[in-house]
């Protein structure tokens, strides 16, 4: 996948179309039978719509593939002659680093359901919100800050939604947004291009290329919060670790030791004990 995104970055060149390959479950258990019969096939219905060639998120201008999984958990169920009314929490993730998890879901829905086309749907336009999230997620390994423009198709879904009857959750979804777009989260951000950027060189076997963006990568990683910093290192210490390793960049093992005394441990496994002077 690395290389593949980089070739489009480094030679300019155009590659395979990017494709989002979706995973959809639905739990309908704490539904009524009469709801369960309504909503059966939803999930195959939502993974169809959702790698529709046609979709603006599958398109030419991307050179990888995106998993995305999506669990649809519906909680409550209130029929209605004109359209019957669900509640649901979601969670939606690429199997790796991002995950948003939705427990304000509310929607209605007519069935047979079909997703509604050029227009705010209350049901698929949320997935479609956390879709946007992931590829801006995505894209920002890519380029730096490279997700804006996706981020913006997030902000146009959420903006959609203020026409709707079915309101409950968008707040807190603007603020989800608001934060990942934020002044605040620009150095996390940063920290996500350089870091991906280095492993992809460190994978290439390109060392001094990988030492130069894992050099800014530390720095953009100890002037995050602690938490933020904590919860990075506990996914990928031994990644960046052995990239660091492979590098040779001495003093970037010295920095990472300093700053994650937790992993010690894992460190010595991998750059051996340090030796007192």
């Known amino acids: 996948m690395w290389s593949a995104v980089f070739c489009i970055l480094l030679c300019g060149k155009m590659s395979v179309a990017q494709l989002i390959y ?53 909680t ?24 948003f998890e939705d427990k304000r879901w509310e929607f209605g829905m007519r069935t047979p359901y079909t997703p509604t086309q050029g ?10 919100f956390y879709v946007w999230l992931l590829i801006a997620n995505e894209e920002d390994k890519y380029e730096k800050l490279g997700g804006d423009r996706y981020y913006e198709k997030a902000r146009s879904v959420q903006l959609s939604s203020t026409s709707s009857i079915y309101y409950t959750g968008w707040d807190k979804r603007s603020d989800l947004l608001r934060e990942l ?7 996390y951000r940063e920290f996500v291009f350089f870091y991906f950027t280095g492993l992809y060189f460190n994978d290439e ?3 001094e290329d990988a030492k130069a963006y894992l050099h800014y990568a530390l720095l953009r ?30 003093r970037g093992i010295d920095v990472l030791r300093q700053m994650d005394p937790i992993h010690k441990d894992a460190y010595d496994q991998i750059f051996g004990s340090p030796t007192t002077p």
């Open 221 to 250: 990683l100890d002037a995050l919060p602690i938490e933020k910093r904590n919860e990075v290192l506990d996914h990928e210490h031994a990644a960046l670790a052995e990239a660091l390793k492979n590098c040779n960049y001495a």
């Open 119 to 128: 227009s705010f749907d209350p049901f698929v336009s949320v997935i479609e």
């Open 181 to 187: 777009t934020s002044e605040g989260n620009k150095n």
């Open 76 to 99: 409550d169920y209130s029929p209605n002659p004109q359209e019957d009314k669900f509640k649901a929490n979601l969670i939606v993730t690429n199997k790796r680093d991002a995950r």
């Open 205 to 207: 076997s390109l060392f």
């Open 22 to 74: 979706p995973e959809v479950t639905a739990d309908l258990q704490r539904l009524p039978e009469e709801a369960r019969v309504k909503l059966a096939g939803i999930d195959s219905l939502v993974a169809l719509y959702l790698k529709d060639t046609r979709q603006p998120w599958n398109r030419d201008d991307g050179g990888y593939d995106l998993d995305v999984q999506v669990s649809i958990f519906f």
